[in-house]
């Protein structure tokens, strides 16, 4: 990785030409939606490899996160969520050593929807701040000390209609923006001061709608840009705004799972039927496909690139490993456990079913081989009927945080732990 932002941010080592933007971030933090570098990936070591019966030691349980389908984002002494109490959302702040509540404050109003009411996005915490998306559009700037709200927009202000399911985005912040996906005729991302608030640009050249993906930031060939799909396309836009490559991507229904890049090559997958598109952008950025196939139908679990493997839940092929490179199937086990999310940490992957099923699975090509599982218990008695377990796993300092509505639970995972 190529140090991009501030001197305190995360460094993993690669090509200089070729590599993913991380977020600031502490070693073993898990900054904002799907960890430090949005891939999925953890970069712990010293936890548990196989769990005992039962699964590990639950250190603590908060039951007033609020209903909605929210993940975690954990820095320093602190886990971030969002939920919704009663008829509005609200960001939370809660100790990682005690569970308790440390600050909750409002950001907008309640997104109602057939499948859950509430938030469905991810704080992003940057430079002592918590950076926010609610499902109605609500944009929101706090403090982290004490939730004090620095500036406030809206997706409406740039020309955002708000999705179906509610904007599920996780907000990224790279250097001095905040860089997310209004959608529409005006632009279909914008780029606004992370300090103040104020619009930077907006992708005049790019105006697909908005669906539920989550953008990443790259350095293709020695250019930085922002990796976004949509129903219709996947997209790379400049820092500055300007439409860099844009390729087909024949999406049905909802496209939700975060893209996946490296060394000049951006995976996507999403599920109904759509499958997965491997493409390549050359140093003239322009994209080709390296291929398109129905191996990995993603719904909205998410998938990992651990080596040269591609891990998730594929409709149809239950879990699956592919190959990164050619697309190929390598295993896929339907029986053993059912649809979720997926995280890796220290060789192992953490496969959380709807059902609140969570099964410590190895990270290799040769088979599915499962090293411990648990259920979830308690779970929530307020889920909506149509809604399911659809936040995903966190690995952060040691523990596994898993959440089920207004549920929130931190179980130990480190190796002396068991």
């Not at 305190?8 to 799907?34: D, H, K, N, Y």
């Not at 606004?192 to 060939?221: C, M, P, R």
Request: aromatic share 10%; net charge negative.
């Amino acid at each position: 990785m190529e140090q991009r932002a501030r001197s305190t941010a995360t460094l993993l080592l690669c090509s200089l030409a070729l590599c993913v933007i991380p977020i600031a971030a502490e070693p073993f933090g898990w900054p904002q939606w799907r960890g430090p570098q949005r891939s999925g990936l953890s970069n712990e070591d010293g936890l548990l490899q196989a769990w005992p019966e039962g699964g590990p030691k639950l250190i603590w349980l908060f039951r007033d996160a609020g209903l909605g389908y929210s993940s975690n984002a954990v820095v320093g002494s602190r886990l971030y969520t969002m939920g919704a109490r009663e008829d509005a959302e609200y960001v939370i702040a809660v100790g990682i050593e005690d569970g308790r509540e440390v600050w909750s404050t409002k950001i907008g109003q309640l997104f109602t929807n057939g499948w859950g009411n509430g938030p469905r996005s991810t704080p992003t915490i940057d430079d002592g701040r918590v950076y926010v998306l609610g499902g109605a559009g609500a944009i929101a700037c706090l403090r982290a000390t004490d939730g004090k709200p620095l500036w406030q927009r809206t997706m409406a202000d740039f020309g955002g209609i708000t999705p179906g399911w509610g904007y599920v985005e996780s907000l990224l912040v790279d250097d001095e923006r905040v860089v997310l996906t209004p959608g529409g005729p005006k632009g279909a991302i914008v780029a606004l001061n992370k300090d103040t608030g104020a619009l930077l640009w907006q992708s005049k050249e790019f105006t697909d709608a908005a669906h539920y993906s989550s953008i990443i930031a790259v350095v293709n060939h020695g250019v930085s840009q922002y990796i976004q799909r949509t129903m219709e396309s996947i997209a790379g836009v400049s820092a500055v705004g300007q439409l860099l490559w844009q390729a087909e991507f024949p999406g049905r229904t909802a496209v939700i799972p975060t893209p996946i890049y490296r060394d000049g090559r951006v995976y996507v997958s999403a599920g109904y039927g759509a499958g997965c598109v491997l493409l390549e952008i050359d140093s003239r950025q322009k994209a080709s496909q390296v291929y398109a196939n129905k191996v990995m139908k993603n719904h909205h679990g998410g998938v990992v690139l651990v080596g040269d493997h591609i891990y998730g839940y594929s409709d149809g092929y239950g879990w699956t490993c592919q190959d990164f490179g050619s697309g190929e199937l390598v295993w896929n086990e339907k029986e053993a456990l059912g649809k979720g999310s997926i995280a890796y940490a220290d060789g192992r992957l953490y496969c959380l079913a709807e059902t609140g099923d969570i099964a410590l699975v190895e990270a290799t090509p040769k088979s599915y081989v499962e090293h411990g599982r648990f259920r979830l218990d308690p779970q929530t008695q307020l889920r909506h009927p149509r809604g399911a377990i659809w936040s995903h796993p966190v690995v952060a300092d040691g523990k596994l945080y898993l959440r089920d509505q207004e549920l929130l639970m931190a179980y130990d995972i480190t190796a002396s732990g068991k």
